[in-house]
C-alpha cells in the first residue's frame, strides 16, 4: 500500500504531539512489527521559484488543433516586477479568479524539466501553471491543474508570490508497504498507524471513533441528523453472505464543486487519481479507514434496492467501462431497473456519479471475503475495494464510515444529510479464544515478564478477561476476544504470533534444538543418503528431477498401448499445457536434463537423480471433495488417503560421452551399458543389497543392452543403453546410458558391517569355462558359487574371451575363485576339490565345459 509518511504522523501526533522521527526510522518501525516495505521515496524536488499564482484573465486561442488558453496570472512580487505573468496553458480545469501553483521561469521540475521563457502558439509563455503530475505528486498524466481554494489559503495566510512547496507539502515520503494477505486492515491509515504506534510505544487514538484522531475537524459530525428511520429500501439475500449492509444520503450537492488540495493530495499519494467530490469522499474514507465504500446516483436508482446472486446470462457494464457477462455466485446490487453494482468490486456506469448529480447515496457493507476474490479471478477485475474485502475488512465501522462521507461531502460540496440510515444485518461476532498466559514465552523459548502477553493483545485491540485458573507452572488462564478488525485470529498459535511480533521477532535466539536420544534418521532415510553419497563419490552430479512430463513422451517411447508406465496423474492447471503429467519414471526428467546440458556444449556428462514417481491404480482416478466447513469425517479422510496415486522413491541415473578424458593416463574411455550396471552395484553396495542381472528387453532401453536389475525374484529397474530410436526422437546422443532403480522396492535390512580379518591364509585358484554366448555371465557365476561351497570367499569375473576355436556362439568366461576355511589353513588339495565341485554344478545347470 503507497501512503504518506506525513499522513500517518498527523494521526499519531494527535495523542503524541511531540513525536516524530526521519523517514529511515519510519521505514524500520514497520519491520520491527512485521511489515516489509518495498522501499521509500521522498516526492521528487523542485527548485526555484514555485509559487502561489491567481488567474486574472484568460484568452482562448483560435486556429490550432487542440483549446489552448493565453493566461495572465498575478504572483505579486515574485516575478521582481509585480506585473502579471503571461502564460500559455492548455488545461481546461480552472477559470478566472482561480488560485494555482505557478512554476516561474528558473524554476527545475522533477525529472531536469527547467522552466523558461519561450515563443509557443505565437506567443510569449513566461512559466508554467502546473498541474500534480509535474511537481512530482502523482504519476497520473492529465490530472488537471492545482487549484487551490480560497479559504484554504486564507487559513495558511498566504499571499500571492509566496512559496507554494508548504502548500502542497512536497517535504515529504511516500511509503510502499507490503501487507500479507492475512491482515486487511492494515490496508488503511488507521491500520498502519495502530501498528506503528506498537512499534515506537505510543499511545494511539482511534480514528474511526475520533475525527480529531483522524486530523480531521474536531466538529465534522457535529449537527449531523439522527439516524431514525431508512433512507432506501433495501432486500439482502441469505445466500450472498453479506452479514452487514448499510446506506446514507445526502441531497442537494454542488456537482461542479471540487475536493480540496489535502484530500486530493492523500488520495495522489497513495496512488489514487482524484474524480469528482463524491468519488473522491468513499475513497479518502477507504484509505483512512479500510472501509471500501460506494457512491450512486441517487435520482438513477429506481425503486428498491436488492443484494441478489445474479442470474446466469446477466450483464453488466462496469466503471471501466467494459460489459461483463456474470456467473451465478457473482453478488450485485440491482433495483426496479437492472443491476447497478458488481458487489465489492466495482460499481455500474448506469448509476455513476457524473458532472448533473445533485443527491449521493453512499452504501457499505461487509461482504464475504471468498465470494470477492473468486468474483474477482474470474472476472480477471481487481480493485482498491476488492483487494480489502480479500482480506477482510472491519464490519463495526460501517456505520461510522458512512457518517464520515456524508459528512465529509457536505463540508466540500455543499447539501444536505438526509436524516435516516439503512442498516440490515449486524456485526458479526468475534469468537473467544482460550489460552494460557505463558504460552508465547514457551513458543519463543524466552522469559517475558508477568503482563506481557495481557498488555500486547491489548494493543492490537483484543478484550482480554483473566478465568481465575492457572496452570502447573502458575500461569494465568485468559479468554481472548479478537477484535472485528482481525479476522485472521482465530486460535492460540494466532494469538501467540501477534504477541511474539511485538515483543520484537528479531529478539528471539536462534537455537537449534537438540535431538533426543534414539532418534535421528530412519533406516530408510539413511539408506537414500548412502544412495545419492555412494553415487556423488562415483562421479555423478545431483540433479532435482521435474515431477512434470511431456504428454507425448511415452508415444516418443513407443510403448505399448497397455503398459502401466502410461497410467499417469494429469494436472488439472498445470504450468506447462504440454506437460500435464506427473511421471510414473524419473527417466523423462532425466532425458531432458541431460539434452540441456548437452546442447549447451556440455559433451561429457554423467547426472542422478532421487525423487518419487506417483503410480495411480487408474488414469480416472480422482479424489472426494468433502466439504470445507468442518473437519472431515474419519471415513471421509480414508477415501481421501485411498484415491492418492502410490508414490514409490526411485533413483536414475544417466550419462553420455567420456566416462575417462583422453590424458597423459591413457585414451578416453566412453560410457557403455556395463557403466551403468556398475552403477547399479554402486548402488546395491550403499543400500547393502545384492543385485542380480538378466537380460531384458525394455523401452526406452535398447534390447540386447538392458539388464534386468533383480532382488531375489522382484525386478526392482533396469539398467543399460537407451533405443537409438529414442535417442534420436529426445536429441540426446546415441549410445547414452541410463539405470532407473525403484529404492521402495529394496529389502531394507540395517546391517551393521565390521572387518572381519582371519588368521589363516586363502588359496587363489581360477577356472575357465566355454558357455553358449545366450547364457547371462551372472548365471555361470551363481552356478559355481553354490557348487564351490562353504569354502568360497570370493567369486570374481575377469577374462571374457572368443574366437573361431570355440565357435560362433561360444564364449569362455574365466573366473578368480578365493578359498580360505575359518579353522585351520586350507590345502591346495582341498581347494582343488572345491574348485572341481563348481565345475561339476556348472556343466550341469548351464552346459559349461572347463576350458582346455
Same mark, same amino acid.
Given at each position: 500500500?503507497?501512503? +504518506?509518511?506525513?499522513?500517518?504522523?498527523?494521526?499519531?501526533?494527535?495523542?503524541?504531539?511531540?513525536w516524530?522521527?526521519?523517514?529511515?526510522?519510519?521505514?524500520?518501525g514497520?519491520?520491527?512489527?512485521?511489515?516489509?516495505?518495498?522501499?521509500?521515496?521522498p516526492?521528487?524536488?523542485t527548485?526555484?521559484?514555485?509559487?502561489?499564482?491567481?488567474?486574472?484573465?484568460?484568452?482562448?486561442?483560435?486556429?490550432?488543433k487542440?483549446?489552448?488558453?493565453y493566461?495572465?496570472?498575478?504572483v505579486?512580487?515574485?516575478?521582481?516586477?509585480?506585473? @502579471?505573468?503571461?502564460?500559455?496553458?492548455?488545461?481546461?480545469?480552472?477559470?478566472?479568479?482561480?488560485?494555482?501553483v505557478i512554476?516561474?521561469?528558473?524554476?527545475?521540475?522533477?525529472?531536469?524539466?527547467?522552466?523558461?521563457?519561450?515563443?509557443t502558439?505565437?506567443?510569449?509563455?513566461?512559466?508554467?501553471?502546473?498541474?500534480?503530475?509535474?511537481v512530482? @505528486?502523482?504519476?497520473?498524466?492529465?490530472?488537471?491543474?492545482?487549484?487551490?481554494?480560497e479559504?484554504?489559503?486564507?487559513?495558511?495566510?498566504?499571499?500571492?508570490?509566496?512559496?507554494?512547496?508548504?502548500?502542497?507539502?512536497l517535504?515529504?515520503?511516500?511509503f510502499?508497504?507490503?501487507?500479507?494477505?492475512d491482515?486487511?486492515?492494515?490496508?488503511?491509515?488507521?491500520?498502519?498507524?495502530?501498528?506503528?504506534?506498537s512499534?515506537f510505544d505510543?499511545?494511539?487514538?482511534?480514528?474511526?471513533?475520533?475525527?480529531?484522531a483522524?486530523?480531521?475537524?474536531?466538529?465534522?459530525?457535529?449537527?449531523?441528523p439522527?439516524?431514525d428511520?431508512?433512507?432506501?429500501?433495501?432486500?439482502v439475500?441469505?445466500?450472498?453472505?453479506?452479514?452487514?449492509?448499510?446506506?446514507?444520503k445526502?441531497?442537494g450537492?454542488?456537482?461542479?464543486a471540487?475536493s480540496?488540495?489535502?484530500?486530493?493530495?492523500e488520495l495522489m499519494l497513495?496512488?489514487?487519481?482524484?474524480?469528482n467530490?463524491?468519488?473522491?469522499v468513499?475513497n479518502?474514507?477507504?484509505?483512512l479507514?479500510?472501509?471500501?465504500?460506494?457512491?450512486?446516483?441517487a435520482?438513477?436508482?429506481?425503486?428498491?434496492?436488492?443484494?441478489?446472486?445474479?442470474?446466469?446470462?446477466?450483464?453488466?457494464?462496469?466503471?471501466?467501462?467494459v460489459?461483463r457477462?456474470?456467473?451465478?455466485?457473482?453478488?450485485?446490487?440491482a433495483?426496479?431497473?437492472?443491476?447497478?453494482?458488481?458487489?465489492?468490486?466495482m460499481?455500474?456506469?448506469?448509476s455513476?456519479i457524473?458532472?448533473?448529480?445533485?443527491d449521493?447515496?453512499?452504501?457499505a457493507?461487509?461482504?464475504d471475503?471468498?465470494?470477492?476474490?473468486?468474483?474477482c #479471478?474470474r472476472?480477471?477485475? +481487481?480493485?482498491?475495494?476488492?483487494?480489502?474485502?480479500?482480506?477482510g475488512?472491519?464490519?463495526?465501522?460501517?456505520t461510522?464510515?458512512?457518517?464520515y462521507a456524508?459528512?465529509?461531502l457536505?463540508?466540500?460540496?455543499?447539501?444536505?444529510v438526509?436524516?435516516? #440510515?439503512?442498516v440490515?444485518?449486524?456485526?458479526?461476532?468475534?469468537?473467544t479464544?482460550?489460552m494460557?498466559?505463558?504460552?508465547?514465552?514457551?513458543?519463543?523459548?524466552?522469559?517475558?515478564p508477568?503482563?506481557t502477553?495481557?498488555?500486547?493483545?491489548?494493543?492490537?485491540?483484543?478484550?482480554?478477561?483473566?478465568?481465575?485458573? #492457572?496452570?502447573?507452572?502458575?500461569?494465568?488462564?485468559?479468554e481472548?476476544?479478537?477484535?472485528?478488525?482481525?479476522?485472521?485470529l482465530?486460535?492460540?498459535?494466532?494469538?501467540?504470533?501477534?504477541?511474539?511480533?511485538?515483543?520484537?521477532?528479531?529478539?528471539?535466539?536462534?537455537?537449534?534444538p537438540?535431538?533426543?536420544?534414539?532418534?535421528g534418521?530412519t533406516?530408510r532415510?539413511?539408506m537414500?543418503?548412502?544412495?545419492?553419497?555412494?553415487?556423488a563419490?562415483?562421479?555423478?552430479?545431483?540433479?532435482?528431477?521435474?515431477?512434470?512430463?511431456a504428454n507425448?513422451?511415452?508415444?516418443v517411447?513407443?510403448?505399448?498401448?497397455?503398459?502401466?508406465?502410461?497410467v499417469?496423474?494429469?494436472?488439472?492447471?498445470?504450468l506447462?499445457a504440454?506437460?500435464?503429467c506427473?511421471?510414473?519414471?524419473l527417466?523423462?526428467?532425466?532425458?531432458?536434463?541431460?539434452?540441456?546440458?548437452?546442447?549447451?556444449?556440455?559433451?561429457?556428462?554423467?547426472l542422478?537423480?532421487?525423487?518419487?514417481?506417483?503410480?495411480?491404480?487408474?488414469?480416472?482416478q480422482?479424489s472426494?471433495m468433502?466439504?470445507?466447513?468442518?473437519?472431515p469425517?474419519?471415513?471421509e479422510l480414508?477415501?481421501?488417503?485411498?484415491?492418492?496415486?502410490?508414490q514409490?522413491?526411485?533413483?536414475?541415473?544417466?550419462?553420455?560421452?567420456?566416462?575417462?578424458?583422453?590424458?597423459?593416463?591413457?585414451?578416453?574411455q566412453a560410457?557403455?551399458?556395463?557403466?551403468?550396471?556398475?552403477?547399479?552395484?554402486?548402488?546395491g #553396495?550403499?543400500?547393502?543389497?545384492?543385485?542380480?542381472?538378466?537380460?531384458a528387453e525394455?523401452?526406452?532401453w535398447?534390447?540386447?543392452?538392458?539388464?534386468?536389475?533383480?532382488?531375489?525374484?522382484?525386478?526392482?529397474g533396469?539398467?543399460?543403453?537407451?533405443?537409438?530410436?529414442?535417442?534420436?526422437r529426445?536429441?540426446v546422443?546415441?549410445?547414452?546410458?541410463?539405470?532407473?532403480?525403484?529404492?521402495d522396492?529394496?529389502p531394507?535390512e540395517?546391517t551393521?558391517?565390521?572387518?572381519?580379518?582371519?588368521?589363516?591364509?586363502a588359496?587363489?585358484?581360477?577356472?575357465?569355462?566355454v558357455v553358449?554366448?545366450?547364457?547371462p555371465?551372472?548365471d555361470?557365476?551363481?552356478?559355481?558359487?553354490?557348487?564351490a561351497?562353504?569354502?568360497?570367499?570370493?567369486?570374481?569375473?575377469?577374462?571374457?574371451?572368443?574366437?573361431?576355436?570355440?565357435?560362433n556362439?561360444?564364449?569362455?568366461?574365466?573366473?578368480?575363485?578365493?578359498?580360505?576355511a575359518?579353522?585351520?589353513?586350507?590345502?591346495?588339495?582341498?581347494?582343488?576339490?572345491?574348485?572341481?565341485?563348481?565345475? +561339476?554344478?556348472?556343466?550341469?545347470r548351464?552346459?559349461?565345459?572347463?576350458?582346455?
Open positions: 500500500m503507497l501512503i +504518506s509518511q506525513s499522513w500517518l504522523t498527523r494521526i499519531l501526533q494527535t495523542a503524541n504531539p511531540s516524530s522521527v526521519d523517514a529511515e526510522e519510519f521505514d524500520a514497520f519491520v520491527r512489527v512485521g511489515f516489509e516495505t518495498e522501499g521509500y521515496e516526492i521528487p524536488e527548485t526555484g521559484p514555485l509559487v502561489l499564482g491567481r488567474v486574472e484573465k484568460i484568452e482562448e486561442l483560435e486556429g490550432f487542440k483549446p489552448i488558453r493566461c495572465q496570472v498575478n505579486g512580487t515574485a516575478n521582481g516586477t509585480g506585473e @502579471m505573468q503571461k502564460i500559455i496553458c492548455g488545461a481546461r480545469n480552472f477559470a478566472e479568479g482561480d488560485y494555482v512554476s516561474l521561469p528558473g524554476t527545475v521540475l522533477p525529472g531536469g524539466f527547467e522552466i523558461g521563457a519561450r515563443k502558439y505565437g506567443k510569449i509563455s513566461e512559466g508554467m501553471i502546473c498541474s500534480a503530475m509535474e512530482g @505528486m502523482t504519476s497520473v498524466q492529465n490530472s488537471g491543474i492545482i487549484t487551490i481554494p479559504p484554504e489559503i486564507e487559513r495558511l495566510g498566504m499571499k500571492l508570490g509566496d512559496d507554494a512547496r508548504p502548500l502542497l507539502g517535504d515529504d515520503t511516500v510502499d508497504v507490503n501487507i500479507t494477505p491482515r486487511g486492515y492494515a490496508l488503511s491509515a488507521r491500520g498502519l498507524a495502530r501498528e506503528l504506534a512499534s505510543l499511545q494511539f487514538r482511534d480514528p474511526a471513533t475520533d475525527p480529531a483522524a486530523a480531521l475537524d474536531d466538529d465534522l459530525l457535529a449537527g449531523l439522527g439516524t428511520g431508512d433512507v432506501q429500501k433495501i432486500e439475500d441469505a445466500d450472498t453472505q453479506c452479514s452487514l449492509f448499510a446506506m446514507r445526502v441531497v450537492i454542488d456537482p461542479k471540487e480540496p488540495l489535502w484530500l486530493q493530495r497513495c496512488g489514487a487519481r482524484p474524480v467530490a463524491a468519488t473522491d468513499t479518502y474514507i477507504m484509505f479507514l479500510g472501509t471500501p465504500m460506494h457512491a450512486f446516483d435520482e438513477k436508482i429506481s425503486g428498491a434496492l436488492h443484494v441478489r446472486c445474479a442470474r446466469e446470462g446477466e450483464k453488466l457494464t462496469t466503471l471501466d467501462h460489459e457477462e456474470l456467473h451465478a455466485e457473482d453478488v450485485v446490487i433495483d426496479n431497473s437492472g443491476i447497478q453494482s458488481l458487489a465489492g468490486v460499481g455500474g456506469t448506469t455513476e457524473s458532472d448533473e448529480t445533485t449521493v447515496l453512499f452504501e457493507a461487509h461482504w471475503q471468498i465470494t470477492i476474490a473468486r468474483t #479471478r472476472h480477471k477485475l +481487481s480493485s482498491e475495494a476488492s483487494r480489502r474485502f480479500e482480506r475488512v472491519d464490519p463495526a465501522v460501517i461510522e464510515a458512512l457518517d456524508v459528512s465529509l457536505v463540508r466540500i460540496a455543499g447539501g444536505r438526509v436524516e435516516g #440510515r439503512t440490515v444485518g449486524e456485526v458479526p461476532t468475534m469468537p479464544i482460550t494460557h498466559t505463558s504460552r508465547p514465552g514457551k513458543v519463543a523459548g524466552m522469559i517475558y508477568d503482563g502477553t495481557i498488555g500486547r493483545l491489548r494493543e492490537i485491540g483484543c478484550t482480554v478477561r483473566e478465568t481465575g485458573d #492457572r496452570d502447573g507452572n502458575g500461569a494465568r488462564e485468559i481472548v476476544t479478537p477484535p472485528t478488525w482481525r479476522p485472521d482465530t486460535m492460540p498459535a494466532e494469538l501467540v504470533e501477534e504477541v511474539l511480533r511485538l515483543q520484537g521477532l528479531e529478539d528471539i535466539p536462534s537455537v537449534v537438540t535431538a533426543p536420544a534414539g532418534r534418521l533406516p532415510q539413511r537414500r543418503r548412502s544412495v545419492g553419497h555412494a553415487l563419490w562415483a562421479g555423478y552430479a545431483e540433479i532435482i528431477p521435474t515431477p512434470f512430463i507425448d513422451v511415452f508415444d517411447w513407443d510403448l505399448d498401448a497397455d503398459d502401466p508406465r502410461r499417469t496423474v494429469k494436472v488439472q492447471n498445470p506447462e504440454d506437460a500435464a506427473i511421471g510414473t519414471t527417466l523423462p526428467s532425466m532425458i531432458d536434463a541431460l539434452r540441456r546440458n548437452v546442447t549447451r556444449g556440455q559433451r561429457d556428462v554423467a542422478f537423480g532421487i525423487a518419487q514417481v506417483s503410480k495411480p491404480e487408474s488414469s480416472e480422482s472426494p468433502p466439504s470445507v466447513q468442518q473437519r469425517s474419519d471415513q480414508k477415501e481421501l488417503l485411498a484415491s492418492l496415486p502410490q514409490p522413491l526411485h533413483v536414475s541415473v544417466i550419462a553420455t560421452g567420456n566416462r575417462q578424458l583422453q590424458g597423459i593416463w591413457g585414451e578416453a560410457f557403455t551399458a556395463r557403466d551403468a550396471i556398475e552403477s547399479a552395484r554402486v548402488i #553396495r550403499a543400500a547393502g543389497v545384492e543385485f542380480t542381472f538378466h537380460n525394455y523401452l526406452p535398447h534390447p540386447g543392452r538392458c539388464a534386468e536389475i533383480r532382488v531375489g525374484d522382484t525386478v526392482v533396469h539398467a543399460g543403453e537407451l533405443h537409438p530410436q529414442v535417442c534420436e529426445a536429441h546422443p546415441s549410445r547414452t546410458v541410463a539405470l532407473e532403480i525403484d529404492l522396492a529394496l531394507l540395517e551393521f558391517p565390521r572387518p572381519v580379518l582371519s588368521p589363516f591364509p588359496v587363489l585358484q581360477d577356472v575357465a569355462v553358449d554366448s545366450t547364457i555371465a551372472s555361470v557365476e551363481d552356478a559355481l558359487r553354490v557348487g561351497g562353504e569354502l568360497l570367499e570370493d567369486i570374481r569375473l575377469f577374462d571374457i574371451y572368443t574366437s573361431d576355436a570355440l565357435g556362439e561360444k564364449r569362455s568366461l574365466t573366473f578368480s575363485l578365493r578359498f580360505r575359518c579353522d585351520r589353513t586350507l590345502t591346495e588339495e582341498e581347494a582343488s576339490e572345491a574348485r572341481k565341485a563348481a565345475i +561339476s554344478e556348472a556343466e550341469e548351464v552346459g559349461a565345459e572347463l576350458r582346455g
